[in-house]
């Protein structure tokens, strides 16, 4: 088995679930010493009261052939993250790749309402937990990635920067959130890039979450059986083939091709090969614009 990340050391900021699990779990495959951090564990959920954990989380990804250690925390917290940044610097010395994939808004935001109708306390919470964590995160960390040349940073977002660029997405406060976050991968490019590290943007396509397949009532092993009701999600992907991205991303010998990019999981497939975990390749986003978007009938021929 290649483990291309071998002694490479992770932070997966956001790890629960949905993509920082699927994340952390394929750059454990690759070989790398991955940190979960997130605030449901077995002991206490968030306020999402949901059963997956970082402890879960972490198990996965040894499993998978790498370390994973869960470690608690509240990323709107500055105190509680640089005691994890100081936790990976006292027992590693070093961290190779941080992917900043906090997010947490999913009950918060109110699908096609408005900014003056929208709960205003939701929407600026909202915009702490897509916002201020990863800028927080990023301050902590990013003194001990930059400690060794070649360190990666992943802001894990939602839409790549040419579609959410003309595209309205769900609300003022979700679209400005995700916008924002592909903003910090362009930043954070052109203050890592000339010290020696690389920052990007990420997004994965339509992602069969955990909330994802509960909210159509199905579970992975079934999920086809939503397509009746909700015929495009035939491009919808797992939470790997994102993973997979980053994973590639950060064995890259050149990736600093790509800082301060907006990139997607469907077009870095073409780029190093990979395929979600059926063996095919879903382009989400060329989907969306060709197909959705444009009021076509849901037809994945060609985008999987």
């Known amino acids: 088995m290649s483990r291309p990340l071998d ?71 500055p105190a509680q993250v640089r005691a994890v940044i100081e936790r990976i610097d006292d027992e590693r010395g070093r961290l190779d790749v941080l992917v900043n994939d906090i997010w947490g808004g999913e009950t918060l935001f109110e699908w096609d309402t408005p900014v003056w109708e929208h709960d205003l306390d939701n929407g600026l919470r909202l915009l702490r937990l897509a916002v201020d964590t990863h800028a927080i995160t990023s301050h902590h960390a990013l003194p001990l990635l930059l400690r060794r040349p070649g360190g990666l940073v992943v802001e894990m977002t939602d839409g790549t920067a040419e579609y959410n660029g003309v595209t309205y997405r769900n609300s003022f406060f979700y679209d400005l959130a995700k916008t924002a976050v592909l903003r910090m991968g362009f930043s954070l490019g052109r203050e890592l890039g000339p010290r020696g590290a690389t920052a990007l943007a990420l997004t994965p396509g339509w992602m069969r979450s955990e909330i994802m397949l509960d909210a159509f ?73 060709e197909v959705q978007d444009a009021g076509k009938p849901a037809d994945v021929t060609g985008y999987r």
């Open 7 to 77: 002694g490479k050391v992770a932070l997966v900021a956001g790890a629960t679930r949905g993509a920082g699990r699927g994340i952390a779990v394929e750059l454990g495959a690759a070989g790398a010493i991955v940190y979960v951090t997130g605030r449901s564990t077995r002991a206490r959920r968030s306020e999402y009261d949901r059963p997956e954990t970082i402890e879960d989380t972490a198990d996965l990804v040894t499993a998978a052939g790498g370390t994973g250690i869960a470690v608690p925390a509240d990323h709107l917290d």
């Open 217 to 289: 009532g199905v579970r992975e092993e079934n999920w086809r059986d939503a397509l009746e009701r909700v015929p495009h999600f035939a491009i919808s992907e797992t939470p790997r083939f994102v993973g997979r991205a980053v994973a590639a991303l950060a064995a890259d010998p050149d990736v600093a091709r790509f800082n301060g990019q907006s990139l997607s999981s469907g077009g870095l497939a073409r780029v190093y090969g990979f395929t979600d975990l059926d063996g095919s390749r879903p382009d989400a986003w060329r989907y969306l614009v």
